[in-house]
């Protein structure tokens, strides 16, 4: 498999696409003044405790209050709290170490918020789960902080080896490298991906956990909650953390700041490997000259065609996301109802895995496939899902298929489910419902660069437009923009873009920060 990695960086946004040979599969806009991430851990102070609801609602900085349930404390939130108290005061604060720290009893699994919380106390968590509509973000006491090859646990004393590793000799042999050099109370998780690594790779790894750590525990001395105390990785850089693989073949970023922040973590994780991490300098948007835009437009609406005729229909609400499987046009051509159904079943399962991941879909997942007589035939959909779902990292579960034809998935959010708008405003009356003739575009597209060179007087100006638009613009000798470059006097750079409307266009500095004319 070919995997590549694209990101796009804008002022506002950030994207990142994921595409295994040639085929999006993951996609991810994130707005850079977002105040959350999954793994962020706060200084936090506790709202008010809900004995209702066995949890508490804590203040994080954020406008909606964070949930703690109590079975998100974890069983050393007594040993916590302690080293938290020691760690802000004064008399302890420059000395406390976690080694030297004695554990207090655990607490107990069936007890009560109120027991070990109380309205007004500082609470150190992490978040598990980001802002999804109303709700704020879901925390966690039971502190981690993830690497490549190794998750650090702090308060927990337990060394972990993942299931997926299935030689006994080789989990053996990591636990052994592990409790060579770890530290007392601290817990480990080894990953999947620390199969056949050496002590040298894990040692340092480590290291820089045990580093990141103590950069938390010196911002809790002086932090005054609530407060972020420690930062997860950039987004990027999170994705790459744990997708990174042999199979990675090329990764395109087009922004310098964050193509160096992404060449260091790889030199640091997977030093052979830096040289697939390049930085993408065209003109033409990077998703838009790498195919990517299109490929969003095909795949991220309410409707998805996949084989042959064949199309899926997706809803989704609140608290469920619908999936309808249909043959379309196949069923004319089909000689066998049963075997037909079982081949565009089969497609569909393989679409719907790569939906579930593009669309970060979670929650309740019903898919409605075409009905089959045969329990032969369903079990082989239902075994074609559990493959599709195989490389998605986020939890789920499948259950076979109902007798009404009916799929149910399971799948972990973390993160509201994205939605991407594939539509385009009306060329003709930009929504409106009233028509403008489109033959004073070009006049105003020429008032915006005359608006342009009289507020900046000199320098460059890039214009993006529909390819279309695009297309009339450079036809004819001499072309519009030849005319334009002529009279106007400088650097002007025109492009196409397949993510604006038809008669849509920007203007862009030097910066390539959009000009505001109005």
């Known amino acids: 498999m070919n995997a590549e990695l694209f990101i796009d960086v804008t002022p506002d ?56 349930h109590y079975l998100d404390l974890g069983p050393q939130f007594r040993t916590l709290q302690k ?3 020691l760690a802000t005061s004064k008399k302890n604060g420059a000395t406390l170490g976690l080694q030297r720290l004695k554990h207090e009893e655990d607490i107990n699994k069936n007890g009560t918020i ?15 789960k980001e802002p999804i509509s109303t ?11 993830a690497g490549r090859n190794l998750v650090l646990i702090p308060f927990a004393d337990k060394v972990s080896v993942s299931k997926k590793i299935k030689s006994s000799e080789e989990r053996n042999r990591l636990k052994k490298i592990i409790l060579g050099f770890r530290q007392k109370n601290f817990g480990v998780i080894i990953r999947t991906v620390a199969e056949h690594k050496t002590s040298e790779e894990l040692e340092k790894e480590m290291q820089m956990l045990y580093k990141r750590w103590e950069d938390c525990v010196s911002k809790i001395k002086t932090a005054k909650a609530p407060s972020l105390t420690l930062c997860e990785l950039g987004r ?16 395109y970023i087009n922004d310098s700041a964050v193509y160096e922040e992404i060449r260091d973590y790889v030199e640091l994780i997977a030093p052979e490997r830096s040289n697939i991490v390049k930085q993408y300098k065209g003109n033409v948007p990077i998703f838009d000259n790498f195919n990517i835009e299109k490929q969003i437009k095909q795949s991220c609406g309410k409707t998805v065609s996949f ?30 109802q049963e075997n037909n159904a079982l081949d565009v079943n089969l497609a569909a399962a ?16 019903v898919v409605d496939f075409i009905d089959m007589q045969s329990s032969e035939h369903r079990q082989k959909v239902y075994e074609r899902m559990k493959e599709a779902m195989s490389k998605d990292r986020t939890k789920h579960n499948i259950l076979p298929l109902s007798k009404f034809g009916l799929m149910q998935i399971t799948r972990q959010r973390v993160r509201p489910v994205m939605s991407i708008n594939t539509t385009e405003t009306c060329p003709t009356c930009m929504g409106t419902g009233k028509i403008n003739t489109t033959l004073v575009l070009p006049d105003m597209m020429e008032t915006s660069l005359q608006k342009f060179k009289q507020k900046y007087k000199t320098g460059n100006v890039t214009l993006r437009c529909h390819p279309y638009l695009y297309a009339y613009l450079k036809k004819g000798f001499p072309s519009r923009i030849l005319r334009w470059k002529m009279k106007y006097g400088f ?24 000009v505001d004319l109005d």
Not at 236 to 251: G, K, Q, Y
Not at 352 to 357: A, D, E, F, H
């Open 236 to 251: 990027a850089t999170a994705l790459l953390r744990d997708i990174l693989s042999p199979d990675f073949n090329n990764i």
């Open 135 to 145: 709700k704020g973000p879901r925390l966690t006491s039971e502190i981690s902080l």
């Open 350 to 365: 393989d679409e719907i895995g790569r939906q579930l991941r593009l669309r970060d879909m979670g929650g309740i997942i």
């Open 307 to 336: 084989k042959s005729g064949a199309y899926l229909i997706i809803e989704t609400t609140e608290a469920l996301n619908v999936i309808d499987v249909n043959s379309g046009n196949r069923s004319k051509t089909a000689v066998n």
């Open 114 to 128: 109120s027991d070990v919380l109380a309205a007004g106390q500082e609470v150190l968590v992490q978040i598990v």
């Open 83 to 85: 080293f938290l108290q």
């Open 491 to 514: 650097g002007l750079s025109v492009y196409p873009s397949a993510a604006l409307g038809m008669i849509d266009f920007k203007l862009f500095d030097k910066h390539k920060m959009e």
């Open 13 to 68: 946004e950030i994207s990142i696409a994921l595409l295994e040979d040639k085929r999006l599969v993951e996609l991810r806009k994130e707005k850079r003044n977002v105040q959350f991430e999954v793994g962020d851990i706060y200084l936090g102070k506790v709202k008010k405790v809900m004995p209702g609801l066995n949890a508490a609602f804590v203040n994080v900085g954020f406008e909606k209050d964070a949930f703690l």
